[in-house]
């Protein structure tokens, strides 16, 4: 396939950009709804929308390791579940910062899973990394606040996730992993509900089972279905179009388009140590993309959503 760089990256900011910006209005939601039933909700929708294409079209979805399909959807909607919960409680630029993570991880478990060897420029790559991600989270140490690290825990996951795609389901085709993942991911908002109608989970985001959406909140969930489906489909072409080493560093723009339009929607502005921190992740990434061609698995951009 012909490699095209730049129209590689114009896909990847593009679906990068779409991403931050609806991710933003999860903040409404969160006011009005529960995690569990907007991913409930947002699955059914994205699902039907692609059982009415592939009705139309006449396409069928192959799966050829069940197993494997099935483990990565559940390891990667975790890591999305974790992603999405931070949202109740935190920026979407520093929910993104945690999950970004996700290179560094790859880089830890591919050295304990796999025996890579690593040199001191990406061992200082990860102590970057994990530095940015401590400026970004807690910048004021005496607001500390472990919680608030939950989205470094979905970057863990979602580092995972990316080994898995690429050990595990290297046959599959990307509308395959894409919809095992939405459909994990309504599979978790249904058990969310099933577990607190049951037992009381508390007020908030996280805390609350079925809330039967309002109008507003309905229409950001279909806000939030149609965003996830352009983006993905931009960041799959964005892949198609040029080497996935080069490729994934530009999907880095999520950080700075997430507070971005966190200070146009919202008015949040990171701190000066913030925005350090954010570039640090940004670069420790990037460095270990580029330095791990012939080394760890990079984390695949047809995983994301």
């Not at 890591?79 to 979407?92: C, E, K, N, Q």
């Not at 395959?176 to 978790?188: E, P, Q």
């Not at 330095?291 to 984390?299: E, F, T, V």
């Amino acid at each position: 396939m012909q490699n095209r760089p730049l129209l590689a990256a114009a896909f990847i900011l593009a679906g990068t950009a779409i991403v931050s910006f609806v991710d933003q209005f999860i903040r409404v939601i969160a006011e009005q709804s529960s995690l569990w039933t907007f991913h409930a909700l947002r699955s059914a929708m994205i699902l039907a929308v692609a059982g009415a294409w592939l009705a139309v079209t006449g396409d069928r979805v192959a799966v050829h390791r069940w197993r494997a399909v099935i483990a990565r959807s559940i390891i990667l909607s975790t890591a999305l579940i974790i992603y999405f919960g931070a949202l109740g409680f935190l920026s979407v630029a520093e929910a993104a910062a945690g999950l970004f993570t996700a290179p560094i991880w790859v880089l830890i478990l591919s050295v304990g899973l796999f025996r890579l060897r690593i040199g001191p420029v990406r061992v200082a790559a990860v102590l970057m990394g994990f530095a940015g991600v401590l400026l970004v989270l807690s910048p004021d140490a005496d607001g500390l606040n472990l919680w608030v690290f939950a989205p470094v825990l979905g970057g863990a996951f979602y580092a995972l996730g990316a080994i898995a795609t690429r050990e595990w389901c290297g046959p599959e085709t990307a509308l395959a992993l894409v919809l095992g993942s939405f459909a994990a991911l309504g599979l978790w908002g249904l058990g969310g509900i099933a577990v607190l109608s049951l037992f009381d989970g508390g007020a908030g985001f996280l805390g609350q089972g079925w809330i039967t959406p309002t109008a507003e909140v309905l229409f950001w969930c279909v806000v939030q279905a149609i965003g996830s489906l352009v983006a993905v489909f931009f960041l799959t072409r964005g892949y198609q179009s040029a080497d996935a080493s080069i490729v994934s560093v530009f999907e880095y723009a999520v950080l700075a388009f997430s507070a971005l339009f966190g200070w146009l929607v919202w008015g949040d502005l990171l701190p000066p140590l913030g925005l350090l921190g954010l570039a640090l992740i940004a670069a420790a990434g990037s460095l270990i993309v580029l330095r791990g061609r012939n080394g760890a698995p990079d984390p695949d951009a047809t995983t994301r959503r």
